[in-house]
C-alpha cells in the first residue's frame, strides 16, 4: 500500500524569528564556509541566511525541515526525470517542497491545488483538466510535466530563477509591474525595496535556495541519519471510461485505498465515463497479474453507460428519463447532496432502464410581454429556469447579451430567477441547442401577458369566466362579490382598486366568476380558455408596461461569442 507518513505540511509562511541585533562581529557565520551548493544560483542574503539558521539551530525549524526532507524522494526519481527530460535545473524539486511538502493532494484557501500548487485557471491553461471526473492538478507527474513548462516559460520571460520563482508566487503580471514601478530587473534590489514584492513573495524564493542547500548537506545541518521515505513506485494500464477503482485494484490484486493514493487526480474512484481509455497507475510489480486477470474481472456487459448532462438539465430530469432514482444517480457519480453538476458533464447512468420522457398531455403555456416574434438569423426557443440559474450562466450559454435577454422577457435584472419560469430567446443559429434543454414555439402555448387570451387561459384552469362588468346605479364591490361568488379583496385585487372604493354607473370591472353565475349577456364578451389550439399564439395586440425597445435583428453587438 502507499503510505503517506505523518509530519509537517510545507508551510510556505512560515518564518524564521528575527534573532535579537547581534554584532556583525560576534556572529559567527564560519560554517557557511566549503557547502556544497545546488544547481541554481545563490545570493547570500540575509533572508536566506536566517533561514539556514532557523533550519540549523531552531528546533522547530529542525522539525520542519526535517519533515520535508524524509519525504523529498516521495516522487523525487519521477520529478527528476521529468526535469532532466526538460532541460531543467534537478534543484527545481525544492520548488514543489517549499509548495505543498510532495503532497499531490494539498490545497490552499485561495484554490490552489496539487503538488506544485496551481490555481484552476492556470493549471487548464497548462493543460490540466478539472471537473467532475478529473482533476489534473492533483495528478503527480502530469503536474510535474506542467510545472516543468511553467519554469521554463516563466525562466525564458524574467531570464533569471529568482524572478521566475516570484513570479510563479506572486503571479506573471504583479511581478512585471513591480519591475516597471521601480524600473529594476534584479530580485535582489527589488526585495529590500519599500513595497517592491510581497512579504510573503521574498520568503518563498529565500526559503526554496534555503531547503536545495540544506538538501545538499544534510550532515552539517544535522540531518545526516535521516531515514527517507522510499520512493512511490508503480505501473501504469490503460481502462476503459466509467470503471470503478476497486474493480481495478481486484485485477491488479490490491484494494481500492491504494489505488486512490496512486491516482489522486481520480475524484470520484472511477475514470471519467466516456473516455475510451485512461491510464491508471497500479502498484509496480502488478501489471503481469492485472492482464491475467482483467478480462475476468471486468464486466463483460457494463451496467452503466454515460450521458452527458444538457444545460438546463437536472440529476431529477436524468434519473425519471433512465428509469432510476436521483440518489442512485448521485450515488454512481460521487456527487453530494448539495452538490450542483455543470451542463455537460459526463455522468453515468444504469443501463438498460431508458424510457425516455413521456410527452405532456398538454404544451406548457408560456408568457411572454408583446414584442418581437422573430429576428433575422435567429431561433426562438424557451428556456425553462432551473434551481439556482443565473441570468449571465444563461446568457452566456446561448451567446446572447444579458440585456437582450431582459429585453425579451419581463424580468427584474435585480431579482433571482425562480424555478419554472421561462425565458424567451432568440438565439443564434450557430448555437448547439442539441446541449441544452429548450422547448420550439411549437411545442408550446405561448400567450402575450396581458391579453384577453393569458386571462381567459388561467381563468379557465380554474373553472370560472373572465368578463367585462359594467356597473349599474347601486351597485357596490360587496353586491357584486355576492352577486358572482367572488371575494371583495378579490376584486379589489384584479382591479386594482381598494375595498373602500365607490363605484360609479357605467364603470367597467373585470370579473371572475363560474360559467353559471356569467350572466347571457355577458358570455359573449367573456373568451374561453380553448379559444386557441395547442400550439397557437395569442393575435391580440396589447400595449403592456414598457419593457425597452426591441434590440434591433440587425444589432451584431447583441450577439456574445463565448
Known sequence: AVRVSDG??????????????????????????????????????????RYLEYFRNDPRGRDFIRGWLRRVDRYGPMIRRVLREQGLPQDLIFVAMVESGFDPTARSHAGAAGMWQFVPGTGEELGLEIDHWVDLRLDPERSTVAAGRYLTMLHDRF??????FAAYNMGYGALLRSIRKYNSNDYWELAHLESGLPFETNLYVSKILACAIVAHNRARFGLGELELE??????????????????????????????RALNPALRR???????????????AGSGERFARRWARVRPSHPVERTRVLRFGESLADLARDHGTTEDTIREL????????????????????????????SEPPVIAVPDGPRAIEGRVRVFYRVTRGDDLAEIARFFRVRPDAVRQWNAIDPDASLQSGMFLQLFVPREVDLSRAVVITPDEARVLVIGSEEFFAHHEDQNG????????????????????????VASLARINQIAQSSTLHPGDELIVYAEPGRVPREYREDAV??????????????????????????????????P
Do not use: M
Request: zero cysteines.
Open 528 to 561: 374561453a380558455g380553448d379559444a386557441l389550439e395547442p400550439g397557437g399564439e395569442a393575435t391580440v395586440e396589447r400595449t403592456g408596461p414598457e419593457l425597452g425597445a426591441p434590440v434591433p435583428p440587425d444589432d451584431p453587438s447583441e450577439v456574445v461569442t
Open 8 to 49: 509537517p505540511a510545507a508551510v510556505t509562511s512560515d518564518t524564521p524569528r528575527r534573532a535579537a541585533e547581534t554584532p556583525q562581529s560576534s556572529r559567527d557565520l564560519s560554517w557557511l564556509r566549503g557547502l556544497t551548493l545546488p544547481d541554481i544560483p545563490v545570493r547570500w542574503d540575509e533572508r536566506v541566511i
Open 333 to 360: 457519480n460521487g456527487v453530494e447532496a448539495d452538490e450542483r453538476v455543470g451542463a455537460g458533464t459526463a455522468l453515468l447512468v444504469p443501463e438498460g432502464r431508458r424510457r425516455g420522457r413521456e410527452a405532456p
Open 230 to 259: 522510499a520512493p512511490i513506485r508503480w505501473e501504469t494500464v490503460q481502462v476503459p471510461g466509467g470503471v470503478s477503482l476497486g474493480v481495478v485494484a481486484r485485477a491488479a490484486g490490491s484494494d481500492a485505498q491504494t489505488l
Open 464 to 487: 370560472r369566466l373572465r368578463f367585462r362588468y359594467r356597473v349599474q346605479p347601486g351597485d357596490t364591490l360587496s353586491h357584486i362579490g355576492q352577486r358572482f361568488g367572488i371575494r
Open 269 to 283: 474512484g472511477r475514470t471519467p465515463p466516456g473516455s475510451e481509455r485512461f491510464a491508471v497507475r497500479i502498484p
Open 159 to 164: 531570464g533569471t530563477w529568482e524572478l521566475a
